[in-house]
């Protein structure tokens, strides 16, 4: 099962090591199940399948969200975190889109969100942002990451 | 997962044999006759007819059984009427050598799945329930089942247990779901 | 031409074997001819009568002629979801195939196998990227545009996105970005459109070579929260017909630029909807493009059923939006169990039909010609209900089409 570790980097036995930790986890005895609410519990039923409990994501196809609040640094990048479609169409409001995405910025780029330039979204400008879907998210992603690391050739 | 066509023999012949018993015993007690035939079917359609693997459990059940598929404080894991299967779509992992949390063995769990939520009629609570695949096997061919509360098509992929939720692992080839607790759904 | 090989063959043998001994025994007949060896069948041409059944655990689709009930050949694919693609102007079959080099594991290679529908032997392979989307049941995986040149696939990593293929010159011109859509229906000879997260359609049209040339994201047409459409739409001329799970008919026209929405109406009235009468099955929905017909899988359940099979075939006319037929279903299981004792008809199928649980209709599919004929699927019972489509008289069973039967295709005109 030789597969090229791209993206996150993940070989099969990281897998096996992921899967043993969920089953692990799963399996762990009789503590009870823990409340979920608010915008955690929004994070698990509705993004969390994908970008998994640690925001790690998939290899070659799901990217990891550890930092991922370096695109509030550019506007663009800061629509792009709401453009997604895992964001843009997931099944909230506005409002409560704004909270999810402030509390995933706390939970996966702690530093960032706690910077005092930190600038939540809200829920106004979730709905401008929203309206404008992404035509191809990789490549603007790619775009968006040329322009933080300073590559001309990012800007339209 | 995904996976809701095959047939599910058991289902309808265990179904069968219910129905057929209260039909006979309402309708044909007189026809002896019949009945007979009907008890004669019932025995022989418990064997060799069956051309395929005996899928068990509910696929596409109409409703779930009342009491919601609760036999004791926990429920059976391996009954599609199970509480925790309420929109499962595909074989229980618990009656293809793993368990309803885990994985039978050497296939790959697909850490990458959806996520839903099912009431348990014990204590009434909503827990979220986490339907991941196990993959890199053939189908595993047993227990069937397919329960669709708030399932919605796979242009909602997070939402959807249509899609072979193995896309993202190291081989995508499904072979049967698991139905995991991740926590109790609350209200803020 | 292609069958020359084949007849020399038979020709060769036919030389080759003895001549018949003389002196025969006055009491006893000729004794039989001889077989020739190595004789390989064509496919039947193509016939409306003709259905094609799924099967994901057999790993094939197989053909059935619908008059007589004979199995006529089928295709053998990889792993996933199967459900090809007929084109009767080049007389080819595409199918869109995931392959493991061991088996279930190693490494994936995807290809689109193009098969000569008069042999059903593959002719061509493209490989395309390893990204297919898997989803059980769905119709809307891959499409076919219209005049035949270009086929669409939809990916699913769970990034999604869409390859093209250029089947008549057998070669993958690439792969366009459709961020939050999913799902391909074909709606020009150089169009085609998805479903998107937010119930809006994304149309994408291409240039001569297959890239992208435009693309159109329209308003939603659905309430995607409250009443989604199923994505089991089917195609009228340039119109799409797409279902919500609560009945509602919502049409898009794709004849122009622009893909235009139709005011949407409803398959229930008040005394259907007071009865819980809901579209159930996984394949719900069929039409008959020249009668204006419009088939729909129906049962009578709670919400969150709509998957449950369906126990009754209601027929629409388009034109006036009234049901005009109601057709019931049959005991396929009993149909199935009976077959399976030996003695497929007569007074134990007669029995059979009343006391088993009838198991319902998952899939139906309607034939295009002007004498058409009605197919519904059970899976669990692996047996095809046909009726004459336009009476509703009900005409044979299909049985054993299966494992885990499908996808139902009647896609020759």
Redesign the interface.
Known sequence: ?A?RAGGGGRT?AA??V??AL??AA??AGPAA??????PR?DY???????H?EDGGG?????PTLEGFGRFLQIPDGRAYLVRVP?SA?A?LDDAALAALLNWMLVRFDPTRARAPEFRPYEAAEVTRYRAVPLADADAERRRLLRVLDGDPSGDR | ?????????E??LD??AE??AR??ARGLSRRSL?GR??AT?AG??ALP?????RVSAA?????PAAPEGLDGPEGDPSSCQYWRHCAI?GFLCSCCGGSH???PPGT??S???????CRNPADGRQ??I?Y?DCC????C?RCLC???????????????N???W?????????HCSTA????????? | MRRMPAAILVLSFAVLLPPPPSGADPERPEPLPADALGVILPAPPPAPHQVWVA???LERTAGFDANDGRLLGMLSAG??TIAPLFSQARGEIYLPE?Y?SR????T?TDVVTIYDAATLAPEAEVVVPPKR??????MALSTLLDDGRFLAIAN???A?SVTIVDVEERRLVGEIATAG???VYAAGPRRFF????DGSLLQVTLDEAGHEQARIRTPPFFA?LED????KAVRRGDEWIFVSFDGLVHSVDVAGETPRFAEPWSLLDEADRGASWRIGG?QHLAVHEASGRLYSLM?R??P??????GTEIWVYDLETRRRVQTIGIRNL?GAF?AQ??GTPGGALLW??ER???N?GV?SIAVSQDADPRLFGLS????TVAVWDARSGEFLRYLE?VG????ALQAPWR
């Open positions: 099962m597969r099969p897998w096996a992921a899967a969920l089953l799963a399996a199940a823990e409340a979920i609410s608010g519990l698990v039923l509705h993004c969390m399948g994908c998994l998939a290899p070659e196809s799901v895992g169409h099944p | 997962m995904s996976r809701s066509e095959t047939p599910s023999w289902r309808h179904r069968w129905a057929a039909q006979l019949l035939l009907g079917l022989a359609a007819l069956l051309p395929v693997s696929s596409s059940d109409p409703a779509d949390t885990a994985c790959v769990m850490p990458v799945t959806w996520i839903g939520t827990y979220v986490s991941n890199g096997k053939h189908l061919g397919n329960r669709n509360e708030g399932d919605r098509p796979a242009y909602l992929p997070p939402k959807s249509d899609i072979n193995c896309a993202s692992a190291p081989s995508t080839v499904y995991i607790v991740l926590g109790v759904a609350t209200e803020s | 099967d994901f655990v792993v996933g995931t493991y088996g279930s594991r190693g994936r989307a898997d989803v059980v049941h769905a699913f990593t769970p999604t859509c999913h799902l998805m479903i998107c997260g995607i989604p459409v199923t994505e996984v049962h359940g709670g969150d059923e709509h998957k449950v099979p299981l169990l399976q004792t029995l059979l006391v088993v649980p198991p998952d899976r669990s019972a692996g054993n494992i885990a039967p499908g």
